[in-house]
């Protein structure tokens, strides 16, 4: 029975993987959906965390970022440039109660524990997890020449305020990096550096 | 330097997204892909841990089966059913020298030695690994109706014999729950049970 609950769990977030986000492989041959994206982002936080800010779990962190987005297969992905849904929150909330909740209770507190903490962004793990869900996307549109900006007309602003406070407060050595690409990007002088 | 090393890593494992399996989604839209693949077994580590044959470090088992397939970035899938290429293993051995040979040292020895154990299938970590790397297939089966079974016409005794010895070895409780499956499915009473 206990297997079970953990097998329709393991089975229902197959659809992450039909979730697709706005950002483009970097071979720009398609977008990527959530369940890469989430493999690669706990890549890393394993081969980045020397670059958090404060002390880091890192295996925590790296399973923070298996399940950021399982939330996203009831209530889709929110693009960081597209219109804000006042209601994404509650919709958020309803989703990770629904589908941890496949789970068996203890499976299920640990792991929407987990991701409350991620949504939180306050303790160390949170931060740096926040940081590279921010920085991953960035480097994205940097290596395709413009990617989700050109698409969608950001400016040099937008990304800065868009990106950088959640980067530089998890990740400010990279933030610092990734602000360099930008300006350079963007023809711009690197802003506050 | 060391961090663009990093980086280079990070950029070249996209590929990894665009590495096509013979496995379907469980929704049978199109077929899966390695690094979701991945992220996916992942999830069974964490969560199946208790099913593991002998005692597992859990955040290792994660970290090997986020990697375990990178080196098909190079070498490609060699998929279950497929034909045998005796020179595959040279293949991988190759590309994982190049691939983690990205990173910066202390990192690529890290990545490579755990892709080596989980290859070498000996410790206990590895074992449970293998089990996964076998029943999260076998599951996309039993689910899509018969999915590469039924594209390969692979008997009962096949499956038997392909996924049998290393999920047994790792993971015990779940090959007794799966030969009931793939029994049920293939309309036999379950062997030796």
Redesign the interface.
């Given at each position: 029975m206990d297997?079970d609950r953990?097998?329709s769990?393991?089975?229902e977030?197959?659809?992450?993987?039909?979730v697709t986000r706005a950002s483009p492989?970097?071979?720009r041959?398609r977008r990527?959906?959530s369940?890469?994206h989430?493999?690669?982002l706990?890549?890393?936080a394993?081969?980045?965390a020397d670059?958090a800010a404060a002390d880091v779990d890192v295996?925590r962190v790296?399973?923070m970022l298996?399940?950021h987005d399982i939330v996203e297969v009831d209530a889709g992905d929110s693009p960081i440039h597209g219109a804000v849904d006042a209601g994404q929150a509650e919709k958020e909330e309803r989703a990770a109660r629904r589908i941890f909740g496949l789970?068996p209770a203890s499976?299920c507190d640990e792991l929407i524990e987990l991701w409350r903490e991620f949504e939180a962004a306050e303790s160390n793990d949170a931060q740096f997890a926040k940081a590279l869900d921010r920085f991953q996307p960035l480097?994205i549109n940097i290596?395709t020449g413009g990617g989700t900006w050109t698409d969608r007309g950001v400016s040099y602003e937008q990304v800065l305020e868009r990106y950088g406070p959640a980067s530089e407060r998890g990740a400010p050595?990279l933030w610092a990096?990734a602000k360099e690409w930008v300006a350079s990007h963007f023809k711009r002088e690197p802003a506050e550096r």
């Open positions: 297997l953990r097998l769990f393991l089975r977030i197959d659809r992450l993987k039909s492989l970097l071979d041959s990527e959906n369940a890469e989430s493999w690669h706990s890549m890393y394993w081969l980045l670059y295996s790296v399973k298996l399940i789970l499976q480097l290596f050595q990096l």
